[in-house]
């Protein structure tokens, strides 16, 4: 894994193959691709603070778990420091490297991690949970002012599905399994989880299920709070063994105060997850759709109606824009096809500028397919979209998990890149959408930034959708990196609440999002949340001073500042 | 409301229009219709306590709600004293009257909510909120050596139906509403919510949410806490305000620790609540399905097909039986088609001592309603099934909220009758099913009583289902009768869990199985449910000993006794 970028070393995005994407990038955020201006410093530069774990810690440690799995390494400590953030990639790359682990402790059972848990509490430790380290919340790092000695636990070693129950269509699951890892162990026997986030080839299911994730297909397999029945975690009052039952009377549920945790309430070992088996058929169509407003309609009029398809996206005109700037130089049986394709939009008067591009899954037999898009098809038809067939959206389904990388490479030439996601109810959308859109733009002009902001609708639910915000700008100019950044992320946040919108769908609290979580949960809420942290640990050595309790940064405004007020 | 009995004064269940009941019950569990032998004691004949309602706690709470939403009257208070279980029933009938409230006050806004719990907190009083008095798992009563003030708080004048947003498909509801007035101001705008338990027209929305339950119908409406996004509470810590969104990754979902909170967390207000257009089409049909072993495969493999039926309920033999016998007069007509479906019994061979009575439920459009038909059908016929048409989906659907009656009417006539259900995996219910029908049928033993125990699968999903169990015994000989239900009671719910089961699938965990609570969640969950309440509510003033730190009645065995130890 990079240190200081996304994903594995070997893998590199590249503007080469993508014709239009220079162009692109030239006139949304002012970049030239051809130019990188700030490549990776090298680590061998990098000033590594060393480890400060006490010798009877240590030895005590190597006694449970032997010496090969507990490391002080500086690398492997600087690996497990942060998440996959913008900050964390502009200070790890600054060199400004925080408060990072003392020592990174791999154990291979639960036991072992009960064992770990006992003597970091014994010691006045401080213990973070680790899968693939990809949170962009800022739920992996250390308070910079922490003086204890802080344990990273790599959950890695346990990476096996454990049982699968046939007839109950659920899976025993190791948290340490990471994606491909995982599906390729269900797919051995037929089965699949079908849970597939944007960073699935690098997160786990433990870290899945403390940060309340949710995949591309999770219209159909279910965010990870609905396939998540049962599961097992090493807590401080011992350990925490909920049955994999289908539905439960047992009062506030245990369950859903373990997902979303980040770590705070002990360590998840293990889960029972809903498995499907492999669909029949699978496909993902691409249509265009007039215009944004229009593609709202859609997309709810396809939740309430009979049809339950696998995936529902769509982009706004900015992203649909973004996403013809990525394709790889086109066929000639492409050209063919898009001018067609240009024709057929005159004939049906859809404006270019306007349109949005949306993919629709479906799964199961046939029968049942053709079903489900005879559904889709007539909402989108009486909208005025137009089918594009199945190229988009294998393309899709090739790329989609290569986009994190994108960001990295807008850094290295220029360019501060990340996204917030909310949900809310279908009535507060449009508004919504209004709002983040103009408060992104409201900072970028507040900067004087070269900037661009676009959207999709990446989830449908009965009542409302999840948002998906990228915003980009380029940073000649700017001063402060991370202030400027802060200033567009603040203002989007912010916007999300004023409209009626939750701090994130499935990017958690962590340290980033938790200035809003008053605002979103209440007071009464916050307390709720509080009063059961303390309760379980009272010592704060699970995780301190996420999702509550986290100091503000600096750069962010109170979070009851009004919208649009100035805070970069 | 009866104060003995369930439901409305002027309902009272016959056996005489239902000329096959009296031979059923003379020979499942020996009694005689025709002779009550233990009528409703007269009301004025018990002796309820005077009310401990200090004069100062009283001025205070007629300052903010008026003397006459303040009463301390006998029979108000006794009727908020405690739900309806049996031993509730039997209580209150012998003039066992326990700790009752010492005043009930009915607000009619959140501010005045939150004022009588600042009074409540103030006095150091205990408060008990109050919807429709169904309970049966004891969370509603008050402890029995509680020395301080005890408030119920009666939300049914919170009864309205606040918004609909029509795009958003959610309706925002005040949580005193009874079933029937909600769907009453629902339906006159062309929507459902879908919520029909047994409890239905005497149960509110409130209640629902404090106590999780599911529906008839949750199959496709989803039990309360799918159907429940956004909720207000006032806390100790001021008004919980949870935003409607329709997912969302903030933490350990306050949403979820408010759901089967059973007053202990504050007192829910109003909720915003999914709800659904009145469908085009909606019928339950009746089957007969050939074993229990093969209607637990059907419900399994439809719920694994692509249908998604509203309802999924059948019966094992002893409830089809029960259902036989408990039908009113037959017609001509129904004589006839009865003996076309003996023959067509004969024909399949299917065996009337063995057979199940099934409904399942469809909604839709005409074609969603057969194309959901064709796939459930497939399934049923494959497994030798016979379809019976409307009629008995029809009377199912007639009299589905009278059951509660029947077991007033057994009291009388000398039989102890009541319900435990849970859910598992669909791999664990025929263990489980024979457990819990053994650990009945061993307990009449020991007991030496004439009994009767009958079950059916009331919900089914992704992983398995809900069986739901109703035992009934003569009380003739029984020396104490709350020992001897408990014995039953006991037994059956140390089989739940004893096969991978919960203790309640939607029944809430009151005082009655708090004993289970530690094997079903572990030792660890029960700590942080403990923490939790502990942190909002120190004093123990809402609705205390509720879910957890309830003293176990005497007659139940601690939950660690083995599985069929002697225990009454």
Redesign the interface.
């Known amino acids: 894994m990079k240190w200081a970028g996304w994903g594995r070393e070997d893998v590199v995005f590249s503007h080469e193959d993508k014709p239009g994407l220079g162009p692109f990038l030239r006139k949304a955020v002012g970049i030239d691709v051809r130019r990188p201006v700030a490549p990776a410093p090298a680590f061998a530069g990098l000033d590594i603070p060393s480890s400060r774990l006490p010798a009877e810690l240590r030895d005590a440690l190597e006694a449970v778990l032997g010496a090969a799995r507990v490391s002080t390494e500086a690398r492997d400590r600087l690996l497990h420091a942060r998440g996959k953030s913008l900050p964390d990639l502009v200070r790890h790359r600054r060199g400004d490297l925080g408060r990072i682990p003392d020592v990174v402790v791999r154990p291979t059972s639960e036991e072992e991690i009960a064992a770990v848990l006992r003597l970091v509490l014994e010691a006045d430790a401080v213990l973070i949970p680790f899968g693939g380290g990809t949170n962009i919340s800022g739920s992996l790092e250390a308070m910079e002012d922490e003086v204890r000695p802080i344990v990273s636990l790599d959950l890695a070693r346990l990476d096996r599905v454990l049982e699968i ?1 046939e ?4 899976a025993t699951v190791q948290a340490g399994v990471f994606g491909p890892a995982l599906e390729a162990q269900l797919a051995a026997r037929g089965w699949t989880l079908g849970h597939f986030p944007d960073s699935f080839t690098h997160s786990t299911l433990g870290g899945w299920i403390a ?2 994730s ?1 995949g591309m297909q999770s219209d159909k397999y279910g ?1 990870v ?1 609905d396939f998540t ?1 049962g599961l097992r ?1 090493v ?1 401080p ?18 369950r ?7 770590g705070r ?2 360590i998840v070992t293990q889960a029972t997850v ?1 498995v499907h ?1 492999v669909p029949e058929q699978r496909v993902i169509l691409g249509y265009l759709l007039p215009t944004w407003a229009i593609s709202l309609d859609v997309m ?1 009029e396809i939740a ?1 109606s ?1 049809a ?1 398809p696998s995936v529902t996206r769509v982009s706004d005109p900015a992203e649909t824009v973004f996403s013809f700037a990525t394709r790889k130089t086109p066929t000639l049986l492409d050209r063919v096809k898009s001018r067609a394709l240009q024709a057929l939009l005159r004939h049906r008067r859809v404006d270019p500028e306007q349109m949005c591009l949306a993919f629709i899954g479906y799964e ?2 046939p029968r ?1 397919v053709a ?1 489900e898009r005879r559904l889709v098809e007539a909402v989108v038809k009486e909208h005025g979209g137009v089918a594009l067939g199945r190229g988009p959206g294998e393309l899709y389904d090739q790329k989609k998990f290569d986009t994190p990388y994108i960001r990295v490479f807008l850094l290295e030439h220029g360019a501060l890149a990340d996204v917030s996601e ?7 959308l449009p508004a919504l959408y209004d709002g983040a859109m103009g408060a992104a733009r409201g900072a970028f002009a507040r900067l004087g930034v070269h900037g661009y902001v676009m959207c999709h609708l990446s ?1 449908s ?6 948002l998906y915000f990228t915003f980009a700008f380029g940073a000649a100019g700017v001063e402060d990196e991370l202030a400027a950044y802060r200033t567009v992320k603040s203002a989007v946040q912010q916007s999300f609440l004023d409209a ?10 962590g340290t980033e999002h938790a200035p809003w ?1 008053e605002q ?6 916050v ?6 942290l ?3 640990d009272p010592g704060r050595n699970l995780n301190p001073a996420k ?2 309790d986290a100091p503000a940064p600096a750069e962010v405004a109170g979070p009851m500042a009004p919208f649009g007020a100035p805070d970069g």
């Open positions: 129950d007839t109950s269509r659920l940060t309340r949710s965010d709070a029945r975690a807590t009052g011992g350990v925490l063994a909920i049955r994999p039952v289908p539905s439960t009377s047992t009062g506030p549920s245990v859903e105060m373990m997902l979303g945790s980040e309430l002990g809903h088996r709810r309430a009979e339950t199961g037999t049942h079903g909310t949900s809310a109810p279908w009535s507060a989830h639910y009965h009542a409302g959708a999840c009626g919108g939750t701090l994130s769908h499935h990017h958690a609290v979580l979103d949960i209440s007071p009464a809420g307390a709720m949340v509080r009063a059961l303390a309760g379980i999702i509550v």
